[in-house]
């Protein structure tokens, strides 16, 4: 097994919690909070499939599926192009709200982008320093692993949320 597959199957089992979490639920439980400033189930996959898009468009030198496949003028969030929701206040997070359908469409596109981009690489490609401005300075994999992680804690966030909802 490469290195690379093993990403692909980390990223896979991503998208399969993506979909389990959306199968079934209302549009009061995307946008539901456990807590007053909490993260919705609606921002959480939206999050979680921006940065991945966003992440692996940079290190490809490719263009996000969030504006090259219109699902930014789909989404219509009062939010920037650029957005992805890093640093959003609580308020912010409330502006998330979209159907289910689309949330999963976008994360599929996303997913596909990065299954296909994964497939183009090697072990070596992986050892390539992508960003000098930190010690020791960021390889490839070490950013496509950043991104695999903060996807699975979050999605682990909202199937925890779907899970208090029953």
Do not use: C, K
Request: a negative charge.
């Amino acid at each position: 097994m490469r290195s690379t597959d093993i990403l692909i199957d980390g990223f896979g089992r991503v998208s399969e919690n993506v979909h389990a979490v959306l199968d079934g639920i209302t549009a009061e439980q995307l946008v539901a909070r456990i807590a007053p400033e909490a993260n919705t189930i609606a921002w959480l996959i939206w999050h979680i499939s921006r940065v991945q898009d966003a992440q692996v468009a940079d290190v490809a030198g490719t263009d996000e599926v969030w504006t090259a496949r219109g699902f930014y003028d789909r989404f219509a969030l009062p939010f920037d192009r650029s957005a992805s929701g890093y640093g959003q206040s609580p308020d912010e997070v409330a502006e998330v709200v979209v159907e289910p359908a689309l949330l999963a469409e976008y994360h599929d596109a996303s997913h596909a982008a990065t299954v296909d981009y994964l497939g183009t690489l090697s072990d070596d490609d992986l050892d390539r320093v992508i960003d000098e401005n930190w010690d020791p300075p960021v390889t490839l994999g070490v950013r496509l692993v950043s991104v695999l992680d903060d996807d699975a804690q979050h999605i682990g966030q909202a199937a925890y949320i779907r899970g208090l909802m029953g």
